[in-house]
């Protein structure tokens, strides 16, 4: 909510006008049975021709007043809620792109694009009603309260009488229907479930000869759906009816108390025909205003989730903050200092042999969860190689995400090339290291647009060439549009092991000291990888390569192989070595070939 | 135009056919609505009439005021009854004719062949099932609830206001073209900013997904930046468009109210004069001026119901289309197969394509014993996975036959046909339902301990056990967070637990590591003994037992035969074998 408001601040002015004009509004509305009951009063009764066309011209001038200051309350109205909507999005969209890695795994892609899209889009609409609205509804309804008891005290006693009762009708019904609400978008959910289920597995349905069951699922599903529905609509239906009932209660009851006031001459005819009219107005606001106040509670969820992403921390905000945590807490910071500077120094030292040290690493997703990685320690020299294997869950793609600097709460040190991986800027390490993601995707646009990611003024040779090495060039020029191939979204217009070949070329193109291959070559088939792997030593040159695989063959001529297994990490040496010492890769060894090639 | 009124006029009698079967109810609320109108409108001329009762001082007619309230009192029952009546009528009718046409979309998904599903995107089905679905639904409902009463109402009040004096019911009748003039001058307007305004939406929300689905490969690229700002240039001009778009159409309110307004100030002040002419009596303007403030909220309603109306049978044509397309005839003469099913498959003379442009399988012919492994290789796209749709019959051949243990696949049911098969493929699916009904899905008369026991076979038992509620644990739909190994097991214990003749392994073990693969292929070569078997494998490791293998490329068989004399033949097959295991022989 203040959030809002602070947008609302920006556009102070028209926040402020768009209701007051709004009132304005409303206001000439209420002048108009007054209007009507001293034309009847002063001009029929009395026959005064002067009083009508007087008042008639007071009518005309009211309607075009109206009009005048309700359009001018819609367009502030309109231009407020639009700076607010687009605001929120900006905000939003700045937020989810600084949320640390952990937060992504944790909020599903599919809730943020709900925050960011329908969410915002429903606040919108609600700020743009509430401006309307919200002031005017009780305006009116208090306007003529108060109008009806200028007119008579009597008988405005019997105003609030029945808009009192019509406000327990109107908001009771909400009330009762509202719990509901919850239950018909759970079943809802439930249809849209089976739908997807059915649509995506039909395949497996129909091989297990399950159509009528599933039939039979979905068939209680969706009478449960109705019979929700169908419950909150008979509520629902007894609102006209009985708003109907009460309005005309009243209006009978003015008819009846009043008639002796105007026989008595306490009142006048004119002033009768009034108060019919602002008895009818009043059911017709508190109706708008119940719509509203369901809209208020839909914005209300909506912010709440949104408000639950905007008060995370954002990536660099958690690290400095740990760090400081970390710092304040521990008394004997001083020392800390010194074992770090120690740490520092040692890895410094051995700065020009070490361009890869890892010591005591250890890494788990979740606070209290299991370890994805315990006390993992290896180096590697400046320019040195290296395979690692395992299987799935093992904890490869973990190691690689601490490496690249993606998480920064695990505890034991990385190192690069001598200096410690906190003490890296993001550009900094970035730059350093190329890394090719297991799931390969690239973005909607061109080819070109993708490739310069790395480096944004690279010329097209140097595309062409990282393609080459990728593999990619061959089936890219088949195509015929060069780098300005067109991109679809996620790159969903290659098959899988163009996609990977592409998101390879794309880490190729600029400078690196570290290429990192996270099973990137899964979906290619073995004579590809082979030509890429040839190629990649080519161009290698003095860069460390770090390839994740679950194929043997893939890395099994590295003169280093680490071998993990549920986060530890059990064996490190050539093949050869871990031929003799590891069961673990013997295992896998086995099980990729069978027998006489081992 | 004229083509897409046809078509919203076609959708219309289409959607009708479901309404036909509540005829009564529909007839019932159609009945009521007139007569709740009818009433409810009677009342301001009640009103007007008690008015005139109250002249003034000492001229008050009590006993016809009493008369009166007690007419108003009746008609007000029957209003509010009948209003009552219709709005339970249609709850009612609307909710039934929306359940009906979902269950129909629902059958219609299992009925109709594989390639309506595969040729289009399963999202764009969904969106047609529920999205659609669901603004049919809105758009029966307001048509039923305020479409019908506000038409009854103009056409009842305008009757009304004739009664009572027909130079002023001109004045009114005169504004109403004007009125609808207005309404849709700025709706065509602003529906033109809509169009913007949705075009826009649907690029920042492609835009969105992308990117936010992304959101770590981005930052890993510092992509971040760029995105933003690419981000925030959407977000101006849908900003733009939200805001013409909003703006215009806020419009009609104010206008048509100002309609409204200047039809009362008419009415009053020429009533005013019919008043003092002695014409017309002061009651009888007062039911006018009633009458004048109601005049325009129907026509509003319509406006805005119309859109509703519009966009509903839009939907609704989108929804007919899928619905309309030919769902499998039921065969004709259908015959059991008989069991126990021996697995002799003969396939003679088989073309397929998908398009009739692109040609696939041509002159496919094979015959396979019963007990026989069959290995499928070969690169993406060369009709792998086509030969198994048609084994499983989920697409018929263009030319040729399938036969099993004799009988041609053309005279058997589609259900006695799968039974015989088992099939794993590389997609694991799984439903939102317990651990325990997955794995027995397929085979619902199995126990609890034979499932336990597949699960031990597939080597799911132990992580099984791991979940919060062990077999009985509910998974999310497409499995949550199991790891799509955990996933895969799961189906392969789902198709152990069946025990077909016919064992169909689409890539059934590639997302599982290779060395909880080995324990899987322990299990599955158990199951192969004695059973046919079509194994399709990316790692020819799996497939180097298998009595035959079939080397597929381009939709025909290149090689064919066992692994020893594949490697003799020296051809394609050898060539991958060996990009395979270079390492090893390095």
Redesign the interface.
Known sequence: MRRILSYMEKVKGKSILAPLFKCLESMFELFVPLVIAGMIDQGIRKENLAVIWHSLFLLLALACIGCLTAVIAQYFAAEVAMVVGKSYRRDLFHKILSLPYRDYNELSASSLITRIGPDIFQIESTVNMVLRLLMRSPFIVVGACIMAFRMSARLSVLFLFVLLLLSIVVFGIMALTMPFYKRIQVSLENITRKYRENIMGIRVVRAFCQEEKEEEEFLEKNQDYTKVQITVGKISALLNPMSMLLIQFGLMGILYFSSKMVNDGRLFQGNVVALTNYMSQILLELLKLANLIILMVKAYASISRIEEVMERKNEEDQSVNDKEAVTLSTRNQATEKVQKQELDANASSDSNKAGILLKNLSFSYEVGEERALSDISFSLKEGESLGIIGGTGSGKSTLISLICGFYADYEGEIFLWGKNLRDYSKRELRESIAYVPQKAVLFSGTLKENLLWRKKEAKDEELWKALEIAQGKDFVEEKGEGLDLPVSIEGKNFSGGQRQRLSIARALVGDSKLLILDDSASALDMLTERKLRTALEGYQGEKSLLVISQRVSSIRHFPKILVLDQGKLIGLGSHQELMENCSVYQEICASQKQGKEA | MTRQNGTAAESFWKLFAFIKPYKFSLLLSIISAFLSVVF?LF?PIL?GK??D????????D?AG?GQI?KL??IV?IL???F??VM??V???LS??V??DL??K???H??AVP?SS?DSKE?GE??SR??TDI?QISQGLFVLLNQFLQAVFSILETAFFLFLLEWRIALILLALTPLSFFIAKFISKRAYLYFQNQSKS?GE?????????????????????AP??AL??EK??R???Y??QA??YS??V???T??LN??G???V??VG??F??QGTLS?GQ??SL??YA?QYAKPFNDITSVITEIQNALAAASRVFDFLEEEEMMPKAEIRELPKPVEGCLELSGLYFSYTKEQKLIQDLSLSVQSGQNIAIVG??GCGKTTLINLL?R?YEPNQGSIAIDGMPYGSLS??SL??A???V?QDS?L??DTVLENIR??S?EKSREEVMEAAKRAGCHHFILQLAKGYDTILP??GGNL???QKQLLCIA?VML?DPAILILDEATS????????KV?RAFREMLKGRTAFIVA??L?TI??ADCILVMKDGNVIEKGSHEELLQQKGFYK??YE????????
């Open positions: 409810s009342l009103l008690a008015i009762k109250i002249a003034g001082k000492s001229a008050v009590f005021l309230l108003m009192f007000l209003a509010v009854v209003q009552w709005n339970q249609n709850t009612y909710f039934h929306i359940e979902r269950k979309a629902f059958s998904i299992q594989l599903i399963p089905i969904l099932l529920t669901e939406r920042i929300a492609a835009f969105s997904t992308e990117a936010i689905g992304n959101a770590k490969l981005l930052k890993a690229f510092m992509q971040d995105k933003e981000y925030q977000n101006e849908l900003s733009r939200s805001m909003n703006f806020s419009l309110n104010p206008f109210r100002f307004a200047l009362y100030a008419l009053g002040g005013a004069l008043c003092l002061i303007l007062s001026l009633a403030t690169p993406t499983m989920f589609d259900h799968r039974s098969y088992g099939m493929l699916w439903k939102s899905y397929g619902p739909e497409d790891s799509q190994g789902r069946r997302s599982i590591d290779t060395r909880t693969e080995e292929q990316h790692r490791s180097q037992n060539n991958l990009s395979q295991f270079q390492g090893a022989e390095n």
